[in-house]
């Protein structure tokens, strides 16, 4: 993938022979000696000055980095930096990671540095699992690159195995993804009705405000629709408008049509599901209802593609009507819940469906304001 001028990539190969980045990464220990694996290996070709260099800098802490000239090897520099050792995923272990990838980071680019090399920092003898290792690493990384648009040309991640190269790419996949998504996941500016993503479509409710006497509008409601591919069109409905209740009302018949072309974007409220809603503010439904009722159907996802699963995602997130966090962690729990749910039998494939997810939503960037 690619990040403004920075190119970002996963390849197999010996990182001790890295000829075309300026300095690697060596996933090292506390002491910044060399043992097994990658840390032992990178010792071995640097040659006896760099331990003698090492021995210099008084260790390292997990999470901190230091640099050495490479000595025998053909780059310039080595970046060492300490791993966490994994022991459950509660200790830290993942906002240790990043601040080792932060910190390299900073130190090439304080040192001019323009490629740099990773080796899978922490997933050795450490046992830091390697599919959160990729994420948390290509999140870090895109993330800086994102920030310092001028520091980089070309960021690596050189991997022992194919096994291993397939994660890491996996992870910057979906990271093209997201950043795709995230460029066009603002609720558009509609014309006439303007239904747009935090308005609310209710079926068959407008009879419950004639009655009361309110004054109801009918008219063509303009809705985006997200098709298969990610597309989006934008296709008129009949629709009613009461502006005392502020909602615009559609027959059931409407609604299965609307989502015979698509997923309409915007919030669409079956009947119970209003009455339930009644005197609630949006901020008390659960992120479940939430989901379910922008057309992530959590049990029924198969008419639903990778693509438009994702972009309800990311437009719940963009305008702010369910955090990113929430919305992963509540997949999280449907995940460890799997087959020992008591009240929904699980399909294999929706277990699948749900971690992809809650992978692109702890991979998208979320805007600090």
């Not at 001790?16 to 980045?21: L, P």
């Not at 290792?133 to 870090?140: E, G, L, N, Y």
């Not at 993503?197 to 009918?218: A, F, S, W």
Request: charged share 25%; hydrophobic share 35%; proline share 3%.
């Amino acid at each position: 993938m690619k990040i403004n001028r920075t190119k970002i990539e996963a390849l197999t190969g010996d990182i001790t022979k890295v000829d075309f980045a300026e300095a690697i990464v060596n996933s090292s220990n506390e002491e910044l000696f060399g043992e097994g694996g990658v840390n032992g290996a990178v010792h071995r070709a640097a040659g006896e000055q760099l331990r003698a260099a090492c021995g210099k800098l008084g260790g390292c802490r997990p999470g901190d980095a230091r640099i050495t000239d490479a000595y025998n090897l053909s780059c310039k520099y080595i970046i060492h930096t300490v791993g966490p050792v994994w022991k459950d995923g509660r200790h830290r272990e993942k906002r240790i990671l990043e601040s080792c990838y932060k910190n390299v980071l900073q130190i090439a680019d304080s040192c001019g540095i323009r490629s740099l090399a990773f080796s899978s920092i922490g997933t050795g003898k450490k046992g830091f699992p390697k599919e959160k290792a990729a994420v948390t690493a290509v999140k870090t990384v895109t993330e800086y690159v994102r920030e310092h648009p001028a520091a980089f040309d070309n960021i690596s991640w050189i991997l022992s195995d194919d096994e291993t190269k397939q994660v890491y790419e996996s992870a910057l996949s979906m990271m093209e993804e997201v950043t795709r998504i995230k460029s066009q996941a603002k609720s558009p500016d509609l014309p006439v009705f303007r239904i747009g993503y935090k308005n609310r479509l209710v079926q068959v409710q407008m009879i419950k405000c004639l009655q009361e006497g309110h004054e109801v509008t009918p008219g063509n409601g303009i809705v985006t629709m997200l098709e298969k591919d990610g597309s989006r069109r934008m296709r008129a409905f009949n629709v009613g408008y009461c502006e005392q209740c502020q909602n615009h009302y559609i027959l059931l018949s409407t609604a299965v049509s609307m989502k015979k072309q698509g997923v309409p974007m915007c919030r669409m409220l079956a009947k119970k599901d209003y009455e339930k809603e009644i005197g609630e503010a949006a901020g008390k439904v659960n992120p479940r209802t939430l989901m379910e009722q922008y057309g992530y159907t959590i049990f029924d996802l198969e008419y639903l593609s990778d693509i438009q699963r994702r972009i309800i995602l990311a437009t719940l997130v963009e305008n702010k009507i369910i955090s990113a966090a929430s919305t992963a962690g509540y997949l999280g729990d449907l995940i460890m819940l799997g087959k020992k749910n008591p009240f929904y039998t699980v399909e294999d494939e929706d277990i699948e469906i749900w971690k992809s997810d809650k992978v692109f939503l702890s991979l998208y960037p979320v805007d600090e304001k």
